[in-house]
């Protein structure tokens, strides 16, 4: 059974950090790719950061050089370090595995929320 767990979420001040987690299980990240996506008030659904299963990575435009997406496999955990936050990086933040093999599965935590205001 795949759960994703997020973590880290909270409200903070313009220009200050969060760093979120998402703790997988039932996943592997050398079959998975793992994604962060967020959801703003008003806004579709969008995708922030990814890594493949490979080690690549990918940024959003609106997050480049601020987000760094990595990921622990001893513990089988996905990080979100988010630096220099904005107002309009408001929204809830989910963490997101798609088979490599099976796009059929993917699979959604239930996310965490982040607050950027002052």
């Known amino acids: 059974q795949v759960q994703l767990v997020e973590s880290g979420g909270g409200l903070v001040q313009p220009g200050g950090s969060l760093r979120l987690s998402c703790a997988a299980s039932?996943?592997?990240?050398?079959?998975?790719?793992m994604r962060w996506y967020r959801q703003s008030p008003g806004i579709q659904r969008e995708l922030v950061a990814a890594?493949?299963?490979?080690?690549?990575?990918l940024y959003g435009d609106s997050v480049k050089g601020r987000f760094t997406i990595s990921t622990d496999n001893n513990k089988n955990t996905l990080f979100l370090q988010m630096n220099n936050l904005k107002p309009e990086d408001t929204g809830v933040y989910y963490c997101?595995?798609?088979?490599?093999?099976?796009?059929?599965?993917?699979?959604w935590g239930q996310g965490t929320q982040v607050t950027v205001s002052s």
């Open positions: 997101n595995a798609l088979s490599d093999w099976d796009h059929a599965r993917v699979y």
């Open positions: 039932g996943v592997t990240f050398s079959t998975y790719a």
């Open positions: 890594v493949s299963s490979g080690g690549f990575t």
